[in-house]
């Protein structure tokens, strides 16, 4: 089965700063990756996507995150954070050759962003 | 066009008692999924269907069931509450096939088991 790793829990920043999220999985065989948004009480948003391609991926809200085949990783990074990106933040896996789509998600992390 | 919808936003149950949590979407998706959120845990599946009338199990299924008899509507079925259903509880659905499709998130049942 797949696993998801994400080594920060909570996060804290002032506004302005850089973000980087952790996220690493195990699986053998090819993956679809995903960062989902939980902004508080609200729901799951997808934030951004990998499938196939250029790394380096663009979200929505000035999110990026880089997929490293070789680490197994996938962060999510953001040059200078704002108080509206306090939210719960989950990473996710799905197996691309499924027909299921079935996701695999990490913990989430907890950023809170002071004004 | 609301997308996911689910109710009730939150529910107290004792041991023992029974409900059923409603999940609805309107965008002709074939693939709806249950998810569970524990605290400080990410999101384990319960079930899923692909499609009216074809359900399966998930990674967590025990003390749940589930029916599809339409498109849109999935409900999840607690018959005897216990403790450790405590959790928030999402609902997702998804169009087509395999992983290529972004699965689209209800706002989630916030259910507490005394």
């Known amino acids: 089965a797949q696993s998801v790793s994400q080594h920060n829990h909570h996060v804290i920043l002032s506004e302005a700063a850089s973000l980087e999220l952790g996220c690493n999985y195990s699986?053998?065989?090819?993956?679809?990756l995903f960062w989902y948004v939980q902004y508080p009480g609200q729901h799951l948003q997808l934030l951004l996507k990998?499938?196939?391609?250029?790394?380096l991926v663009k979200g929505i809200k000035g999110f990026e995150a880089e997929f490293i085949k070789s680490k197994f990783s996938f962060n999510l990074r953001k040059p200078s954070v704002q108080w509206s990106d306090t939210a719960e933040y989950f990473c996710?896996?799905?197996?691309?050759?499924?027909?299921?789509?079935?996701?695999?998600f990490g913990r989430g992390t907890q950023l809170t962003v002071w004004p | 066009n609301a997308g996911v919808t689910q109710t009730p936003k939150f529910r107290i149950l004792k041991i023992g008692q029974s409900m059923t949590l409603q999940c609805t979407q309107d965008?002709?998706?074939?693939?709806m999924y249950w998810y569970r959120q524990d605290p400080g845990m990410g999101l384990k599946l319960i079930y899923y269907?692909?499609?009216?009338?074809?359900?399966d199990k998930g990674e967590v299924p025990n003390g749940y069931n589930v029916s599809r008899s339409t498109t849109e509507d999935f409900p999840l079925r607690l018959e005897l509450a216990a403790p450790s259903q405590t959790s928030v509880y999402f609902c997702?659905?998804?169009?087509?096939?395999?992983?290529?499709?972004?699965?689209?998130f209800g706002p989630g049942t916030r259910l507490t088991v005394l």
């Open positions: 996710a896996v799905n197996d691309r050759g499924s027909t299921l789509g079935r996701l695999y």
């Open positions: 699986y053998g065989g090819t993956v679809n």
């Open positions: 997702a659905s998804s169009s087509g096939t395999g992983g290529y499709n972004e699965q689209f």
């Open positions: 965008m002709n998706h074939n693939y």
């Open positions: 269907s692909v499609g009216a009338g074809i359900t």
């Open positions: 990998y499938f196939s391609g250029d790394p």
